[in-house]
């Protein structure tokens, strides 16, 4: 049974004796506050349905004229329209979709980067040798749930795990800590371990309330209830198992309804939006993870319905367009929640999403389902204003176009891997660990991109 399947079961427990005052509430042994100015925490905002990039960063020099004829009237951004960013980047001028504005003025402020043509790989290839079959590729291309797995470093049905929870497994022993890896949601193969599972932290109150057991309140009757569940033993192997489990989901959700309990409005100007309630709820608590000593954490959100088939730009709720702003916001007040709060150079956020989408666009004014796209990396340990990879070229059955009916599929340029192994090493992983966190880095030359301070 899942965890959370405990949830509704509040009314149905049974009359059990008081277990007194040293409830698991009181009771948590917490790290000391030595080790608070060494914290650094990584958060994922995953984007659901393959975001398509092309619309995130466009180029405003004569490659301009390539993007406009390949996307067309139903697609094209208007050039004047787009949030410019200061200087060039990898042979170009860019601006980024008009709704990402506030993102747009981070970037100038060198705050956020992008990262251009990025995509899973297994060693480098290019357009041609795709087409030619002449280079091994990453199996099931095009699909939402194998790609968004491969994304977040799936390694096939043997080893579930995801890159961030490998890495986490990988730090020294002084960095580590029972909750490193942290979902949001139902989403956690990024987080996940070889050998170690996810925590489950809910917005707003982070897992406070069981049922009809509030864990804030742990002399209440069903507070006890359900802690003194959390103390069976068995003797069986899978009663064991079951109540162990049980045992780690209460003592999560305690610690998180602790923190939150210590938790503070923080200062960004978040709006009405779940992403907005999402990112509000952490940044309210990461400085209590800071100050209860705790060194390295790993968060993934995911949020958005980015598969945009038809009907892709536009003011109805589900386009790209108005997405974007909702994105933006609630990304721009994340920054400067955490700027206030004394997280500056502590908290790196950034995007990924399925796979990029076709350049050409598709019936019904959409865009169908590609390979690389652009990612956004955000904080103040970033080294921003800047793009860098390879921006591909703008030309149906181009240079980097791998698809043989040339509807703008992009080869990526940069691995998933070469751009999450930058993230880690400057979470702490060391260079002799990034092969058994990342096995198919070692294809790369490259591997840290170097848009991180150390």
Same mark, same amino acid.
């Given at each position: 049974?899942?965890?959370?399947?405990?949830?509704?079961?509040?009314?149905?427990?049974?009359?059990?004796?008081?277990?007194?005052?040293?409830?698991?509430?009181?009771?948590?042994?917490?790290?000391?506050?030595?080790?608070?100015?060494?914290?650094?925490?990584?958060?994922?905002?995953?984007?659901?349905?393959?975001?398509?990039?092309?619309?995130?960063?466009?180029?405003?020099?004569?490659?301009?004229?390539?993007?406009?004829?390949?996307?067309?009237?139903?697609?094209?951004?208007?050039?004047?329209?787009?949030?410019?960013?200061?200087?060039?980047?990898?042979?170009?001028?860019?601006?980024?979709?008009?709704?990402?504005?506030?993102?747009?003025?981070?970037?100038?402020?060198?705050?956020?980067?992008?990262?251009?043509?990025?995509?899973?790989?297994?060693?480098?290839?290019?357009?041609?040798?795709?087409?030619?079959?002449?280079?091994?590729?990453?199996?099931?291309?095009?699909?939402?749930?194998?790609?968004?797995?491969?994304?977040?470093?799936?390694?096939?049905?043997?080893?579930? /795990?995801?890159?961030?929870?490998?890495?986490?497994?990988?730090?020294?022993?002084?960095?580590?800590? +029972?909750?490193?890896?942290?979902?949001?949601?139902?989403?956690?193969?990024?987080?996940?371990?070889?050998?170690?599972?996810?925590?489950?932290?809910?917005?707003?109150?982070?897992?406070?309330?069981?049922?009809?057991?509030?864990?804030?309140?742990?002399?209440?009757?069903?507070?006890?209830?359900?802690?003194?569940?959390?103390?069976?033993? @068995?003797?069986?192997?899978?009663?064991?198992?079951?109540?162990?489990?049980?045992?780690?989901?209460?003592?999560?959700?305690?610690?998180?309804?602790?923190?939150?309990?210590?938790?503070?409005?923080?200062?960004?100007?978040?709006?009405?939006?779940?992403?907005? /309630?999402?990112?509000?709820?952490?940044?309210?608590?990461?400085?209590?993870?800071?100050?209860?000593?705790?060194?390295?954490?790993?968060?993934?959100?995911?949020?958005?319905?980015?598969?945009?088939? /038809?009907?892709?730009?536009?003011?109805?709720?589900?386009?790209?367009?108005?997405?974007?702003?909702?994105?933006?916001?609630?990304?721009?007040? @994340?920054?400067?929640?955490?700027?206030?709060?004394?997280?500056?150079?502590?908290?790196?956020?950034?995007?990924?999403?399925?796979?990029?989408?076709?350049?050409?666009?598709?019936?019904?004014?959409?865009?169908?389902?590609?390979?690389?796209?652009?990612?956004?990396?955000?904080?103040?340990?970033?080294?921003?204003?800047?793009?860098?990879?390879?921006?591909?070229?703008?030309?149906?059955?181009?240079?980097?176009?791998?698809?043989?009916?040339?509807?703008?599929? @992009?080869? +990526?340029?940069?691995?998933?891997?070469? @751009?999450?192994?930058?993230?880690?090493?400057?979470?702490?992983?060391? /260079?002799?660990?990034?092969?058994?966190?990342?096995?198919?880095?070692?294809?790369?030359?490259?591997?840290?991109?170097?848009?991180?301070?150390?």
């Amino acid at each position: 049974m899942k965890r959370r399947a405990f949830l509704g079961m509040g009314a149905a427990l049974p009359a059990l004796g008081s277990i007194g005052a040293a409830t698991l509430l009181s009771s948590l042994s917490l790290p000391g506050s030595a080790a608070a100015s060494d914290y650094r925490a990584l958060v994922c905002v995953y984007l659901n349905g393959g975001n398509d990039g092309n619309n995130l960063l466009i180029p405003s020099d004569g490659a301009y004229g390539d993007y406009a004829t390949a996307r067309g009237s139903e697609l094209a951004l208007p050039k004047d329209s787009l949030a410019m960013l200061n200087g060039s980047s990898i042979g170009h001028t860019f601006g980024l979709h008009p709704a990402l504005a506030p993102l747009a003025n981070l970037y100038n402020q060198q705050r956020l980067m992008v990262v251009s043509s990025v995509g899973p790989l297994i060693v480098p290839a290019t357009a041609q040798q795709v087409i030619d079959k002449a280079v091994l590729v990453p199996p099931f291309l095009l699909s939402h749930s194998d790609q968004a797995d491969m994304q977040q470093g799936w390694m096939g049905d043997s080893d579930a /795990s995801g890159w961030a929870g490998r890495s986490l497994e990988l730090l020294p022993t002084k960095l580590k800590h +029972p909750i490193s890896a942290v979902t949001m949601d139902n989403s956690r193969t990024l987080v996940l371990g070889r050998h170690s599972g996810v925590a489950f932290m809910q917005g707003g109150q982070g897992a406070r309330w069981w049922g009809r057991a509030d864990l804030a309140q742990p002399g209440s009757y069903w507070a006890q209830s359900i802690n003194r569940m959390a103390q069976w033993q @068995f003797a069986n192997d899978y009663e064991a198992e079951f109540s162990r489990s049980f045992n780690g989901s209460v003592s999560e959700s305690t610690l998180f309804t602790k923190a939150f309990m210590q938790a503070q409005t923080p200062a960004g100007d978040f709006g009405n939006s779940y992403l907005d /309630s999402l990112l509000s709820s952490l940044a309210s608590v990461l400085p209590v993870f800071k100050a209860m000593g705790y060194r390295r954490q790993v968060f993934q959100l995911n949020w958005g319905g980015f598969d945009t088939h /038809s009907a892709q730009r536009g003011s109805g709720p589900n386009t790209q367009d108005s997405q974007f702003a909702v994105l933006a916001k609630a990304l721009a007040a @994340f920054d400067q929640a955490n700027q206030a709060s004394g997280l500056n150079l502590d908290v790196t956020t950034f995007t990924m999403s399925d796979f990029g989408r076709t350049l050409r666009p598709a019936s019904g004014a959409g865009s169908d389902h590609a390979w690389a796209s652009h990612w956004l990396a955000m904080g103040g340990a970033v080294a921003g204003g800047q793009v860098v990879g390879r921006f591909p070229s703008l030309v149906l059955g181009g240079v980097d176009d791998g698809d043989r009916g040339k509807e703008g599929r @992009f080869v +990526p340029a940069v691995a998933t891997d070469q @751009f999450a192994s930058t993230l880690m090493q400057w979470m702490g992983l060391p /260079s002799s660990a990034l092969f058994e966190a990342f096995p198919n880095l070692h294809n790369f030359k490259q591997t840290n991109l170097g848009f991180m301070s150390t």
